[in-house]
């Protein structure tokens, strides 16, 4: 596992003052705005200010003032280091999975995570097979069963069809 995970993109600058505005990737805004520093590239900044604003974070970094200074910045992705984060029981980092064998119930082998669409009512899994087919399956108890990140594998329970 990687220790420092892709958590979103500087895509504007804002104000004068040099702050970002930032696409977060993660399942809210706030999870990036609550974090007290960044990276970029091999670069650390501590972040002396982050709001949510309009689904972005408007982000303000030590030692990038001015927007000649934040401009420099725009489009690049920032990482943070995953022990800045408290996840719970049952959470994950998408990045720990994407790649997992995905099995159904029977020990079946379906194909592979290959990415998680983060939709308005649930994630959607993106399970490819083999034949590169792809099965989208709904993020929720009734359809994934497990995600065992320790024994890398997700085990889902398919409706006829999926």
């Known amino acids: 596992m990687k220790q420092f995970l892709e958590c ?4 504007n600058t804002h104000g004068l003052k040099g702050e970002l505005k930032v696409v977060p990737w993660s399942d809210s805004p706030d999870t990036l705005a609550e974090l007290s520093r960044v990276f970029i590239g091999s670069d650390e900044y501590k972040i002396t200010s982050a709001k949510v604003h309009g689904g972005l974070v408007i982000m303000k970094l030590d030692g990038v003032d001015g927007v000649d200074a934040a401009i420099r910045l725009k489009g690049k992705v920032l990482l943070a280091d995953r022990s800045d984060f408290e996840l719970e029981d049952g959470s994950f980092f998408v990045q720990d999975v ?8 029977s020990g079946t082998l379906l194909g592979e995570l290959a990415d998680i669409l983060p939709l308005p009512a649930s994630d959607v899994f993106v399970v490819r097979g083999a034949d590169s087919a792809e099965r989208l399956i709904p993020n929720v108890p009734e359809f994934v069963k497990l995600v065992d990140v320790e024994n890398q594998r997700v085990v889902v329970a398919p409706i006829e069809g999926m």
């Not at 979103?8 to 895509?11: D, E, I, M, T, Y």
């Not at 994407?98 to 119930?105: I, Q, Y």
């Open 98 to 105: 994407l790649g997992f064998p995905v099995f159904d119930e």
């Open 8 to 11: 979103g993109r500087a895509v």
